[in-house]
């Protein structure tokens, strides 16, 4: 819809909703297969229908949104097998928008508005203009625009997408830390960075169910998404297929206003809005109106609370480990002996981290950092860790330990692990040595602080 010509435009436009204006073959063959591909993306893709839900969808599995597109497996593997010669299957765990299967149902959409374009054309080829319909389909994607604008904007403005990087993160080399994770740990240090991004996308959405605000909405969610979208591409987010098609939405609900942007932007006249309305009487825009803010409200509720409860269950707001914090190894007994912190041991610890209740990281003398489940009995000073994955069985018991606190930035872990008794002393790391951990904003600044 970016390639509009701006006779396509115009009809899409039109002079007066009062006369019948014909749309030009190119425009109603466009406005056919338009209609058809992001009428079934939306339908289709995991995402944006499901913001419809509002606050019910905090009853629902996290993964709600990605399992349901299973519903029609069967059809998207043929595809996948008959056209692509590859096995697609949806890994409903991944969270990655990306998926080969999510490919091949988006391949399948455009297939399908392709056909449906032809097939209208040939059956509908007497019909001369489709306003009324063009009215509620860009009401309906813009509903859906603003549902992503606003799930996305809350999860920043709250800030739980990027959350302040976690305790092990800071321990591990900045080498080993992969794109998606560097975009993640830089925007999740600022978090009033990460607030200011949010509010921008909320006030998109805002604005977008606001009848009179809609094209400020429009034209804002596009710089957003533009951005969001170049991110994406650029540090590898799976997140690439909605961005994209989020970005496109913003472009077709901008298309009928064409002329007076242009106009805006060469110091002409620009006149009244010339958007399709799907009721052209002033009862029936006022009752799209009241339902566009009931949605907003509704939208709201539903992304509030989710955020919130995201906020406190992971976020910055979630409960901390018992034994919380970056733990540095200054004594290492294994078997009796103990165990000089030579870079090239491989069982000897150099530090250990406990940030989230259930879990724990240790790092080794070469400096890799693997994670592992924990469970902590405060009452008992007892603590289990268990190795994450790869046994058919489930988690395997690593270390057992009895922990004493000597002092509160003392710990000692007695116990097993792997099989040999252990004896570990750990001082506790003060957060504010930590250079990442040192922000805030210094107006004056003598000397650069890159180094």
């Known amino acids: 819809m970016s390639l509009l010509t701006a006779d396509t435009a115009a009809d899409l436009a039109g002079r007066d909703p009062g006369v019948v204006t014909e749309w030009k073959p190119a425009t109603r063959i466009l406005f056919r297969f338009g209609f058809l591909y992001f009428s079934l993306f939306c339908l289709l893709y995991p995402q944006p229908i499901y913001a419809f839900l509002g606050v019910i969808h905090q009853w629902l599995p996290d993964n709600t949104p990605i399992t349901v597109v299973n519903a029609y497996r069967?059809?998207?593997?043929?595809?996948?097998?008959?056209?692509?010669?590859?096995?697609v299957a949806l890994n409903p765990e991944s969270g990655s928008g990306d998926q080969a299967y999510l490919w091949v149902i988006v391949f399948c959409v455009l297939m399908l508005a392709l056909a449906g374009a032809v097939v209208w054309s040939i059956l509908d080829r007497r019909r001369t203009e489709y306003r009324r319909l063009a009215g509620w389909f860009l009401l309906f994607i813009r509903l859906c625009l603003a549902g992503q604008m606003l799930g996305y904007g809350f999860a920043k403005l709250i800030p739980t997408q990027m959350p302040v990087p976690p305790l092990d993160a800071l321990i591990q080399p900045l080498?080993?830390?992969?794109?998606?994770?560097?975009?993640?740990?830089?925007v999740g240090t600022s978090p009033v960075y990460e607030?200011?991004?949010?509010?921008?996308?909320?006030?998109?959405g805002i604005l977008l169910l606001i009848p009179r605000a809609t094209l400020a909405g429009v034209l804002l969610s596009l710089v957003s998404m533009a951005q969001?979208?170049?991110?994406?591409?650029?540090?590898?987010i799976p997140v690439k297929l909605l961005s994209f098609h989020l970005m496109l939405l913003c472009l077709v609900l901008l298309a009928p206003e064409a002329r007076r942007l242009t106009a805006v932007l060469?110091?002409?006249?620009?006149?009244p809005a010339t958007t399709p309305e799907p009721l052209d009487?002033?009862?029936?825009?006022?009752?799209?109106?009241?339902?566009q803010v009931a949605m907003l409200i509704w939208f709201l509720i539903?992304?509030?609370?989710?955020?919130?409860?995201?906020?406190?269950?992971?976020?910055?707001?979630?409960?901390?480990?018992?034994?919380?914090?970056?733990?540095?190894?200054?004594?290492?007994?294994?078997?009796?002996?103990?165990?000089?912190?030579?870079a090239t041991d491989e069982n000897r610890w150099q530090r250990m981290v406990f940030d989230n209740p259930q879990i724990a990281a240790y790092q080794r003398m070469d400096d890799t950092v693997t994670t592992v489940g924990a469970r902590i009995d405060g009452a008992a000073h007892k603590l289990v860790l268990q190795s994450g994955g790869g046994h058919a069985e489930g988690p395997q018991t690593l270390a057992t330990f009895t922990f004493e606190r000597q002092a509160p930035d003392r710990l000692v872990l007695t116990g097993d692990l792997s099989g040999h008794?252990?004896?570990i002393t750990m001082r506790q790391v003060d957060e504010r040595t930590i250079r990442l951990r040192q922000g805030g904003i210094h107006f004056i600044q003598d000397v650069p602080r890159f180094n």
């Open 302 to 342: 539903g992304e509030v609370t989710m955020s919130v409860k995201a906020y406190n269950d992971w976020g910055p707001g979630r409960p901390k480990s018992e034994l919380y914090g970056i733990w540095t190894v200054t004594e290492f007994v294994r078997d009796g002996q103990p165990v000089p912190p030579l």
């Open 421 to 423: 008794p252990v004896a």
């Open 281 to 291: 009487s002033a009862r029936g825009r006022r009752i799209v109106a009241i339902a």
């Open 228 to 236: 969001v979208w170049i991110l994406n591409m650029t540090f590898d």
């Open 266 to 271: 060469t110091g002409s006249a620009t006149g």
């Open 195 to 204: 607030m200011l991004l949010g509010a921008a996308e909320v006030l998109g």
């Open 74 to 87: 069967e059809p998207v593997k043929w595809v996948g097998r008959t056209v692509f010669g590859a096995e």
């Open 175 to 186: 080498g080993d830390v992969t794109h998606p994770a560097m975009l993640w740990l830089q």
